[in-house]
């Protein structure tokens, strides 16, 4: 099937594909020491769902072995996201021409 004639959202599919299978051997890793820390299948596949930074999975875990408080848990993942901040305030030339609703 040519590339040109197929529809945008399996051309995208094409390309991210190698980046998704990048993912498995990081999603296994942390699944393996989030199963040593003591949680079930379960709550492993829950965190790795509702959780979306791979950086904070595996501090979750970390933090989880030094047997820290929950409240320090969600203020040290807070930090380490709040490097997105800069990311996504490194963008705002970038969008100067779009709508506010955008």
């Known amino acids: 099937m040519d590339k040109k004639k197929s529809a945008p959202w399996l051309q995208s599919l094409h390309a991210v594909m190698p980046l998704c299978l990048s993912y498995i051997p990081v999603g296994l890793a942390c699944g393996v020491l989030l199963q040593k820390v003591g949680f079930d299948p379960i709550l492993a596949g829950l965190l ?48 100067k021409k779009e709508k506010n609703v955008f």
């Open 48 to 95: 790795s769902i509702l959780v979306f930074s791979g950086g904070a999975q595996f501090l979750v875990a970390s933090m989880l072995t030094t047997q820290a408080s929950f409240a320090t848990t969600l203020l040290m993942v807070f930090f380490l996201e709040l490097r997105y901040t800069l990311l996504g305030s490194s963008l705002s030339g970038f969008m």
